[in-house]
């Protein structure tokens, strides 16, 4: 919870940047969900709209760092306060990239309905974004509600979405050998691929800057924080002797 203040236009001030990060998270989470939602069922209208409305967001992460330069410039904001807004400015930053990388991945639709993949490869990619906006979602709860002992669980979950995607990887790999056709398509799909593994980190991020935010501290840095993609080779596959 808030603090409060004496002073009822500071609580005010800070329960906007509150009310404006909650906006924004509910916003990226269905930028991704549309997008995936897009490529799975080539829809290119769908598409589209999510690339449109990435502009909400980038709009929201200006008003943000405006209201809260406006805040410290006025109220002189120390100790809780301050990190507060900091923290408001930090998670909108990671808001709006994961608004980015679902308009990455709408930009992408047109490419991959031109070279129709299995459906397992769309299952796969499904699975991963269900994991990361669950990722998501919970870390928004968490700052909803500042329950910092749930932020272990959130963070540590961060390792399934990198195995997952480092699986995945291999998977559009061996499509990518098996078939030269395969590799346009598989590459998008790559893409993809990587712009959800990277929700993920930034749901991470926010995780770190919610502890940061409610204890002052930085949570210790035991998290691995990269997938294992760069370790795949042609005879994981058994391509290769």
Do not use: W
């Not at 330069?69 to 990239?97: C, N, Y």
């Amino acid at each position: 919870m808030l603090t409060q203040h004496t002073v009822r236009a500071y609580d005010e001030e800070l329960q906007f940047l509150a009310r404006k990060i909650a906006a924004m998270g509910g916003q990226a989470e269905r930028m991704v969900d549309q997008a995936i939602n897009a490529l799975v069922n080539a829809d290119h209208a769908l598409a589209q709209k999510v690339v449109q409305d990435d502009l909400l967001l980038d709009e929201a992460e200006r008003e943000i760092d405006d209201k809260a330069i406006l805040v410290i410039a006025r109220r002189q904001p120390m100790a809780t306060d301050l990190r507060e807004i900091i923290g408001a400015i930090r998670i909108s930053a990671d808001l709006e990239r994961v608004g980015d990388l679902g308009k990455n991945i709408a930009k992408r639709v047109a490419a991959v309905a031109e070279g129709r993949q299995p459906n397992s490869l769309f299952r796969g990619l499904e699975a991963l974004a269900e994991l990361a906006l669950t990722q998501l979602k919970d870390v928004l709860d968490v700052y909803a509600s500042r329950s910092v002992e749930r932020i272990g669980i959130v963070r540590d979950r961060d390792e399934q979405i990198d195995a997952m995607y480092t699986s995945l990887f291999r998977e559009l790999l061996t499509y990518m050998m098996e078939d030269p056709r395969n590799i346009t398509p598989c590459t998008h799909l790559l893409f993809v691929a990587k712009n959800i593994e990277r929700i993920g980190d930034h749901a991470t991020n926010i995780a770190e800057t919610i502890y940061y935010i409610v204890t002052g501290e930085q949570m210790p840095p035991e998290r691995p924080k990269e997938d294992r993609s760069h370790g795949v080779t042609l005879a994981d596959d058994g391509k290769s002797g």
